[in-house]
Structures are given as C-alpha cells and as structure tokens.
C-alpha cells in the first residue's frame, strides 16, 4: 500500500478514486498481463523554447492500450501501479522505451532529442534507481543528457539525505533533472535550495486561468523569478490559448507545453516536428 511506502499519492486521491480491494486485484492481474503483452505506449508531447518556437524536448507520457477498455490515461492505472508497486516495473519499461526511442529517431537521421520522464516515489522506496537509469543507458549506448528526470515533491520530501544522494549522482552523470508540478505541494520553496535541479514545471493549475486570474499571474511570477535566482529554468505546462503564452512571454518564462502547440501523440506523429541531423 501507499501509505505503508510513505509514498503519498494524494494528487490521485482528489481524482475520487475509491476502489475497493476485489477491483484492485482485478487491476493488479491485468497490469502483470499488459506488462507481459507489451499493451503500454509511450505518447510524447513536444515541449518549446516560447521565444524561438524551437523544439528543447518532448515529455513522455504513459497510456494503456487495454483489450477492452481501449486507449486508457495513466490517471485510470498509475495511482494503482503505486499502490501495488508495479509502478516499479512499469517504471523501468518507461525508461527503456524513452532510451529505445530517442535512440531510434538519433539512428533514423533526426537530431537527437531530450525525452523527459516521471518518476514515481516508489521508484526511489524499492529498488535501486540510479542502477536502473544508467544501465538502460548504458545498454542503449544513450548520452544521459538526453534523458531529463522529473520529479514530485513527494519524490523530494522522502528520506531526504538518500533521495539528495541519488539527485546529486544523477546530476554529476548530467542527467537533466525537473520538478514537476511545482507550487503544488507543501514546501516548494525550502527544498529547492537543497535540490539543485535544472528546470521548474510550472504546474497546469495555475496557467489554466492567467489570463483573467491576477493571483495566478503572482504565482507565475514568483515562480519564474526564483528559478532565476537559482538559475534553473521554467517551463510552463499546460499553455492552451495564445494569450497564456503571450502572458508566459512576457513574465520571462523559458518553455512551455500544452494544448496550444500540441496533444501528446504517438510516437510516429512525433516526427513532424523533429528537425533532422545537419
Ligand atoms: P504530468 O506529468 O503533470 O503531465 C501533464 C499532463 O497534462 C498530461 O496528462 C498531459 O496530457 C496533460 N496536458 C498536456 N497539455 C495540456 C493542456 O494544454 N491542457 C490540459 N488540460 N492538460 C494538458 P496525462 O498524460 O493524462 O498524465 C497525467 C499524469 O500521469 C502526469 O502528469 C504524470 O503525473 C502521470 N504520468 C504519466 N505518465 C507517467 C509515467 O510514465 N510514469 C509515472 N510515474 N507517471 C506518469
Ligand atoms: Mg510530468
Ligand atoms: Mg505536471
Ligand atoms: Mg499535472
């Protein structure tokens, strides 16, 4: 269980998810099987420097091509792989296919593109990640730089001395390192300065209404100037209208994500904004 990890998966819990054990191993069983049947698919969603409109990344996100419920978004599984620690194995095909990928499109001839991934707490509570990470880079001759690590501060707020350890590691073998959804959680601003990560993503909620919402744009802002301070840079996720992005222009923001530029896609409908190799 979650709450035995110390993984605090509340973000999910808002989303009303009330199920019951029956339906848990119901879900645990079919995971095992889609981990099995290769059923996932990683979408990627182009991420944009706001100021050229060049491609900096892609992000990659999970779906499930479930037999019978058709493509499903992580929100309907991932809190249940959390839950029943598969998260961990799931985890790692994430990786792999982010390595595999970025890889293939190198080999295909287009310039080698960074793929961002979420980590899960539970990710950094079993198993040894930094082994992970770096053998599937390893095993797929990919420069790390190319992979960037996102973070929650769930991640960042466990056994702070081990996960400080694990991020340092990281870092040194220059992995990018993001915190995701940040200005969410509990203490955004005192663990930053132990955490010295490249990128702050500016979460959903507080882009979703700027144009009209003065106390968003306070956030934003402060936001975006304390990665200044701490020269880390901003990417805002979730920008769906022109005005959002003027906005984000504006108050300095570096990148952004969303709606407006692009849907997460598949792999295959990717390509169209990969420049190819000079
Ligand atoms: P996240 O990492 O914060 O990802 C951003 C979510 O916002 C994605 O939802 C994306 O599709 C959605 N989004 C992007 N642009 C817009 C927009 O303009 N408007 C709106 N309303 N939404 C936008 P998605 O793909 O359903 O993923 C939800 C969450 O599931 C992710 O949030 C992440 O926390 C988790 N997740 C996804 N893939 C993985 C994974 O491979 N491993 C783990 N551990 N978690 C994952
Ligand atoms: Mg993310
Ligand atoms: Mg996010
Ligand atoms: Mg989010």
Redesign the pocket.
């Known amino acids: 269980h979650a709450k035995d990890s110390g993984c605090n998966t509340y973000r999910f819990y808002t989303d009303k998810m009330n199920i019951d054990a029956m339906e848990r191993l119901r879900m645990r069983n079919s995971l095992t099987v889609a981990l099995r049947e290769q059923e996932f698919e990683l ?1 990627y ?1 182009p991420q944009f420097d706001l100021i050229s409109s060049q491609l900096t990344g892609l ?4 779906r499930w091509n479930h037999p019978e419920n058709g493509l499903m ?3 309907k599984f ?1 809190p249940i792989a959390e839950q029943t620690g598969q ?1 961990v194995q799931i ?1 790692e095909w ?1 990786i792999h296919e982010a390595c595999r990928q970025a890889k293939a499109w190198q080999q295909q001839g287009f310039q080698p593109v960074r793929i961002a ?4 707490c539970m990710q950094f509570r079993r198993g040894d990640i930094l082994k992970m990470v770096t053998d599937l880079t390893d095993e797929h001759e990919l420069d790390p730089k190319y992979i960037e690590l ?1 973070l929650t501060e769930t991640i960042l707020l466990q056994d702070v001395e081990h996960i400080l350890e694990v991020v340092e590691k990281f870092k040194n073998l220059r992995f990018t390192l993001s915190i ?2 940040f200005g969410t959680g509990y203490s955004s601003l005192a663990y930053l300065k132990r955490f010295q990560v490249d990128k702050l993503k500016i979460d ?1 909620s507080f882009i979703r209404n700027l144009e009209v919402d003065r106390h968003d744009l306070a956030i934003v802002r402060s936001i975006i100037q304390l990665a200044s301070g701490f020269e880390m840079k901003t990417i805002a ?4 209208t022109q005005g959002q992005l003027d906005l984000l222009r504006k108050e300095g923001c570096h990148e952004g ?4 530029y692009s ?2 896609l598949p792999a295959d409908q990717i390509v169209q904004y990969l420049p190819a190799s000079a």
């Open positions: 979408f969603q992000e990659a996100l999970i978004q992580p929100s991932i998260i985890g994430v991934v979420n980590l899960s996102e995701d959804d959903q996720e979730g920008i769906e994500q969303g709606y407006f849907h997460p």
